[in-house]
């Protein structure tokens, strides 16, 4: 069995982080945004993306700075096919839109992608999205090297 990427056990080692209620903001959030463009945002700014850079930024990898999803679609490296702890670009809403979803790869089935990620359902949990909204697998420059990784 393939060892997991550390990127993934530091994300999973979060899980249940999540959004407070109107009026609140939960430090942990605001934390993930201070690697990106949102630093000083509450947990009410979309924070998928800075989840992602947080998450690496723990492993020594550089993210992409950037608190939008498609931001990772020119982040690293492309992979043909997921490979666990990959990252994962999602569109939401059309596939040309500016809006998506980013977070890590754990496994997918006919229909659906299942992620470990931040504010899916306004929590770093695990959840399913449809395996049609996905734009690009990617995999860090600097990071251990994935089976299906070019080069």
């Known amino acids: ?29 605001t934390e993930y945004h201070d690697l990106t463009n ?6 009410k700014a979309s924070w998928c993306s800075s989840f992602v850079n947080w998450t690496f930024s723990r492993v020594g990898i550089a993210g992409t700075g950037s608190a939008l999803a498609r931001s990772w679609l020119q982040w690293g490296q492309p992979l043909e096919a997921p490979t666990p702890g ?4 999602l569109y939401r809403d059309d596939p040309e839109s500016w809006k998506g979803h980013v977070s ?3 496994r997918a089935d ?6 470990f990620g931040g504010n899916q359902l306004d929590a770093v949990r695990e959840h399913s999205y449809p395996l049609a909204s996905v734009l690009a697998y990617r ?3 600097d990071g251990m090297r994935a089976a299906s990784a070019p080069g």
């Open 139 to 141: 995999w860090p420059d």
């Open 38 to 43: 949102l630093r000083g945002y509450d947990d």
């Open 1 to 29: 069995m393939q060892a997991l990427p550390p990127w993934l056990l530091v994300a999973r080692s979060e899980s249940g982080v999540k959004t407070f209620p109107a009026g609140q903001s939960n430090p942990r959030i």
């Open 110 to 115: 006919e229909t659906s992608i299942f992620l």
């Open 104 to 106: 890590f790869f754990l």
């Open 86 to 89: 990959c990252v994962v670009v």
